[in-house]
């Protein structure tokens, strides 16, 4: 099975800043990783498929990079509506992984 | 709009069944894989398992966790995706969301969640 490690798990940072997380797998997927945002409550929600493609709706100031092993998905210039829990997922073979998810606080 | 509504949710103790369903409106649902992934209160995102379309002979996959005790089905008459849970344990305590596979696009549309608690 495909493990998906995420860092950091918790991440503060302020209204404007430029912020990165990094997804690492166990093996290669090639191409097929998608980030999710989750907010308290609610269902989460597709932000990247395919390593670099934005979802339809998205603000272009998510954007979504690597291939392989090593993923990163940044955030040009934070806004308050982006505070909220960040997941990878690998759909390159079964079963299906998350990452454990990275927090991002106001600073 | 695409909407995914999740059902049959609720409180079952140890040993236990439950049976979710997840009905499918504004998609053609009879193309799509379905999958279902679940969140234990404060913690991640776990993919459980997914159906794949009568195209593709209705192929099921399922996480280690899953797999002999949970079974995904569906009724494309009903636009509706099922997920049979047995010998529940207190650590399949979750919400349990349906959502579905668009093609490369990764999971696009998921519903609200339905909670199941295995408690005695």
């Known amino acids: 099975d495909i493990q998906m490690i995420q860092s950091p798990s918790t991440l503060s940072a302020s209204v404007g800043d430029r912020v990165t997380i990094t997804c690492r797998a166990s093996?290669?997927?090639?191409?097929?990783l998608a980030w999710y945002q989750q907010k308290p409550g609610n269902a989460p929600k597709v932000l990247i498929y395919?390593?670099?493609s934005l979802e339809n709706g998205v603000p272009s100031r998510f954007s979504g990079s690597g291939s392989g092993t090593e993923f990163t998905l940044t955030i040009s210039s934070l806004q308050p509506d982006d505070f909220a829990t960040y997941y990878c997922q690998q759909y390159n073979s079964y079963p299906y992984s998350f990452g454990q998810g990275t927090k991002v606080e106001i600073k | 709009e695409v909407q995914l509504v999740e059902s049959g949710g609720g409180l079952v103790q140890p040993g236990g069944s439950l049976k979710l369903s997840c009905a499918v409106s504004?998609?053609?649902?009879?193309?799509?894989?379905m999958h279902w992934v679940r969140q234990a209160s404060g913690k991640g995102l776990e993919w459980v398992g997914r159906i794949r379309s009568r195209l593709n002979d209705y192929e099921t996959a399922y996480t280690a966790a899953a797999r002999g005790r949970f079974t995904i089905s569906r009724d494309d008459s009903k636009n509706t995706a099922y997920l049979q849970m047995n010998s529940l344990k207190t650590e399949d305590t979750a919400m349990y969301y349906c959502t579905r596979l668009s093609g490369t696009k990764g999971l696009d549309y998921w519903g609200q969640g339905a909670l199941v608690t295995v408690s005695s």
């Open positions: 093996q290669s997927i090639s191409v097929w």
């Open positions: 395919k390593t670099s």
């Open positions: 504004g998609a053609t649902f009879r193309d799509s894989a």
